[in-house]
């Protein structure tokens, strides 16, 4: 069970990984540059999310995929005006709505992964505990790719293999969320499988951290 509050612990190993998620994503992001010429890049940067969602669980995932995107923002965002919206509203609400999309909810829903930690931790075989780590990362994967599919509809209209609109954006996006779908679904399944300890807190820490939380609430009382 996830704690109400967040120990410190727990936010320092949300802020390592939300660190080593966007260092991830910068370098996968320099590798792939100009292979995708509307963005997009194949790499491990959900990894580092889906380990503390298993590990911490939903609310964790949630805030580190969170901190990665609002990190990710400080270095620069790509606004274009979607030439697919219609009406005086939309026209002026396009802006928010791509930076939603790509850029606030891209990373914040990998964090839904964290859905089936529990599940995860409950199951005694090892092919139950394999099947959720497969099911969180690839709803978590998948999230994400309907972001950038909603963004790409909206906001990238375009032509790839002479299809347009819903084509081309599930065509694009699809070309790199997908491989990181299934290359991330490795990690995790092989991290699960050899080093469980990552995925998993041990009783003692939890007892520790549960002591070190009643203490901070005595001394802010």
Known sequence: MEQKKFSTKALAEVAIFAALAFALDALQGGIWKGAFPNGGSIGIAM??????????????????????????????????????????????????????????????????????????????????????????????????????????????????????GIGYSFLYNGLYCIPNIIICTIIMVILGRFYPQFLRMEENEKEVEKEETVNEEDTTE
């Open 47 to 164: 990894v580092p999310i889906f380990i503390i969602s298993y590990r911490r669980g939903l609310l964790s995932g949630i805030l580190c995929g969170f901190i990665v995107s609002l990190v990710q923002m400080l270095g620069g965002i790509y606004i274009i005006q979607g030439k697919t919206l219609d009406g005086a509203f939309l026209q002026a609400a396009g802006p928010f709505i791509q930076v939603l999309l790509d850029y606030v909810l891209a990373y914040t829903v990998v964090g839904f992964a964290g859905c089936f930690a529990s599940l995860y931790k409950n199951s005694q075989a090892k092919g139950q505990q394999i099947l959720w780590i497969v099911v969180g990362c690839c709803v978590g994967g998948l999230l994400k790719y309907v972001c950038h599919l909603l963004a790409g509809i909206w906001f990238w209209p375009g032509e790839m293999w002479g299809i347009g």
